[in-house]
């Protein structure tokens, strides 16, 4: 199994989101993040004096994936979130020991 | 306060239009403090809100006492040019309920609650500029005693019927030297004394909810209306309604002006910068809006938006942490809006001096302007400095450095703003107090 993070643009969690949904994926976790990466951060200003806040707003959107899927369910999330614009966000895998639904105590591809 | 224009003919009887109008106009004003509060508080970090909005509100609670006790009569009692004094005023003892407040319709009561709102809002002012750092008892301490030998006798120099100010001609419709001149010069006094917020220039130390600063502006603008309408003491005359009318405009204009001046110079309208204009001009027609036209008006509006605009940099500059910047709103404000009057006076409001614009084109009004600003600017400054000072040195003005990075609230007030914690339902900790968990057991098993 595969843990797939990806760190986006907020506004791009509608279409992700649809997308996975269409790839057939049933469920994720989002969360909000913050972070920069080249682009930095943007520049307030409050009676005259600027301040530049470096951390921008993202939304971190966390799948679980059989080992078969991932590389394609990374493909669906970096389709969807792309806007060519700098700040897109990023995408990673990582290998996962094991998952158990709670409820019913299934463990590994059955928790999925 | 305003001039009289009395005939000798015409002994005022008790008006229940004026004394009803004047109790609205001080409910007004004593709304003032409280908008001051929430101007202030959304302009701190999260951290010092409710000290900030503390630090205006026990205004409240001190001034009344100690007005109500003796500064009321030290303030307009007539005594000498420099400080009055009335003994039947003292804890408003000997007050006759119909007696009237001199050459006026009104009684002296409701003359003496309006110049209350009045001392209330002044002090309150200075705190603006000591946010995050004061500890809360020696501010309480410096309001008491500010009021006593700052406020009361240039209130009397200004408004007193023997105030040297007020004998010389120099204007001040409704306070800007004896309030925003005074409360910003004292502001520069103690910032010098106490000096900078741990991190200032250096950590970020943006507006935590401007829609508080806002909230807080507007209700500043709705409540100035009394301060400065109800400075006529009664409408028999139409001058209350000028300067209604004339706070409007300057207001308006001086918004206006900020955002222009902001947009040119950073690059955007800022809401803080439309709140902060607002109160530029409302600062600055404080004392002229009785002597000008409303076209005299927009100009008082607009040179007060664009200064106080390019005057709140200043601090960065000079590297003084006026915080709030109430020397930059308040004290440059209420300086262009007393000169202004010696050159856009019509002689057609409040009294027959004209200004440079206006008359014989004369200097007169001008030079009596710079001396009632100047004279209120040094007293305030020197007097707040020591003042200050004396406090720091037995009392200590600040709070400890850590408690200052980790916050005022906690460590003055034991609360906090803001919840911010969602998790498990927004319980934080537990229950430390025994004898309020004893006194719930109780309720139950009743």
Redesign the interface.
């Not at chain 1, 307030?44 to 301040?51: F, I, K, N, Q």
């Given at each position: 199994m595969k843990l797939i993070t990806a760190v986006v643009k907020p506004h791009r969690l509608d279409e992700i989101k649809e997308a996975l949904q269409a790839f057939g994926v049933h469920g994720l976790t989002v969360t909000e993040a913050s972070g920069y990466g080249r682009q930095r951060g943007h520049t307030?200003?409050?009676?005259?004096?600027?301040?530049t806040?470096d951390l921008v707003p993202k939304i971190r959107i966390e799948v679980l994936a059989e080992d078969d899927d991932a590389d394609q369910l990374i493909e669906v999330i970096v389709k969807a979130a792309r806007t060519g614009k700098i700040g897109d966000g990023k995408v990673w895998s990582l290998p996962v020991e094991t998952a158990v639904r709670v409820r019913t105590g299934e463990r590994g591809p059955d928790a999925l | 306060m305003a001039p009289a224009i009395m005939l000798a003919a015409d002994a005022p009887k008790l008006s229940s239009a004026n004394t009803g109008f004047m109790l609205i106009c001080s409910a007004l004003v004593m709304l003032m403090t409280p908008g001051l509060a929430f101007f202030y508080g959304g302009m701190v970090r999260v951290k010092s809100t409710l000290n900030m909005l503390m630090m205006s509100f026990i205004s409240l609670g001190i001034v009344t006492i100690l007005w109500v006790l003796y500064g009321f009569s030290l303030a307009f009692g007539t005594h000498n040019s420099l400080i009055g004094w009335n003994s039947d005023w003292f804890g408003l003892s000997n007050i006759g309920l119909t007696e009237l407040w001199d050459g006026y319709s009104i009684p002296v009561f409701v003359f003496m609650v309006f110049q209350l709102m009045f001392a209330i809002i002044t002090p309150a002012l200075i705190s603006g500029a000591l946010a995050d750092r004061v500890k809360f008892s020696a501010w309480s301490l410096f309001i008491a005693l500010w009021v006593t030998i700052v406020y009361v006798p240039v209130a009397h120099w200004v408004w007193g019927a023997d105030g040297w100010a007020y004998k010389l001609g120099v204007i001040d419709f409704a306070g800007g030297t004896a309030v925003h001149i005074n409360a910003g010069a004292a502001a520069l006094g103690v910032i010098l004394v106490i000096g900078k917020r741990v991190g200032f220039k250096r950590d970020p130390m943006r507006p935590h909810s401007l829609p508080l600063v806002m909230l807080g502006a507007g209700l500043l603008w709705f409540g100035w209306f009394g301060f400065n309408a109800g400075s006529w003491l009664g409408n028999d005359d139409g001058v209350g309604a000028l300067m209604f009318v004339n706070t409007q405009v300057a207001t308006a204009a001086a918004m206006l002006a900020w955002l222009a001046y902001e947009k040119i110079r950073h690059g955007a309208f800022t809401t803080l910068g439309a709140a902060s204009g607002a109160v530029a001009g409302l600062v600055a027609i404080t004392p002229s809006g009785g002597a000008v036209s409303p076209l005299g008006a927009i100009a008082v509006g607009a040179i007060a938006g664009v200064a106080c605009a390019a005057a709140v940099g200043l601090k960065f500059r000079f590297g003084y942490d006026d915080s709030l910047d109430v020397v930059g709103v308040h004290m440059v404000g209420g300086i262009i809006g007393s000169l202004l009057i010696g050159f856009f006076a019509t002689g057609k409001g409040q009294s027959t001096a004209t200004g440079v614009f206006y008359g014989d084109h004369t200097f007169t009004q001008l030079w009596k302007q710079c001396a009632g600003v100047f004279a209120v600017l040094a007293y305030s400054l020197i007097v707040s400095a020591v003042l200050a000072f004396l406090l720091d040195k037995t009392l200590g003005m600040r709070v400890t450095e850590d408690e200052e990075i980790s916050g005022i609230d906690q460590a003055e007030h034991a609360e906090t703003a803001y919840d911010f914690s969602g998790a498990g339902g927004g319980v934080t900790g537990s229950l430390a107090a025994p004898a309020l968990a004893a006194a719930q057991n109780k309720k139950v098993d009743a």
């Open positions: 307030e200003v409050y009676r005259g004096a600027e301040y806040v | -």
